[in-house]
């Protein structure tokens, strides 16, 4: 399975979690992000996804608000505390989409998640509790994250 990795705002590839995707064999694609210019960000990630063809994109904070604001067609996005409010202008995302939140999270509301759900007509259950912090670099989390990449990239 081939994953597109979007990381947060400040981070940068190779962290944490897209090593947790790599170290279980997957092959993963983590381009750097322009922290200045989300425009450019989501340019980036729309090459990228061109170039890959990715079985499932993971977006984590910023780079969850550039999941959600890309051309990404029928490829399911997994989404870690997405930023969607901070980032873009979507309000809304597609049927393949799952997100992972922390009602401990002190960067992004846990609502944030909650409504972006709701706006999409989702069910509750496509937004998934874990984790104690906006990271979500603890092993349930990354464990969670897996998972649900497993799940959804495998639909396609």
């Known amino acids: 399975m081939n994953i597109l990795f979007l990381h947060g705002w400040t981070s940068v590839p190779g962290g944490r979690k897209p090593t947790y995707l790599q170290d279980h064999g997957y092959q993963v ?11 450019a960000a989501v340019r980036v990630a729309e090459q990228e996804l061109a170039a890959h063809q990715p079985d ?7 780079g969850g608000a550039v999941a959600v604001n890309m051309r990404s067609g029928e490829t399911p996005l997994v989404l870690l505390c997405p930023a969607w409010k901070n980032w873009g202008t979507a309000t809304v995302v597609k049927p393949k989409t799952v997100i992972l939140h922390s009602r401990q999270d002190d960067v992004i509301p846990f609502a944030d998640s909650e409504e972006l759900i709701a706006n999409s007509g989702l069910a509750a259950n496509r ?3 874990v ?3 906006h990271r979500l670099a603890d092993p349930e989390p ?3 994250m ?3 990449s497993e799940r959804f990239g495998a639909g396609r």
């Open 29 to 39: 694609f983590n381009p750097a992000l322009d922290d200045n210019d989300f425009d």
């Open 56 to 62: 499932v994109i993971v977006g984590s904070s910023r």
């Open 127 to 129: 937004l998934i509790e």
């Open 131 to 133: 984790g104690r912090d």
């Open 142 to 144: 990354l464990a969670v």
């Open 146 to 148: 897996l998972a649900a």
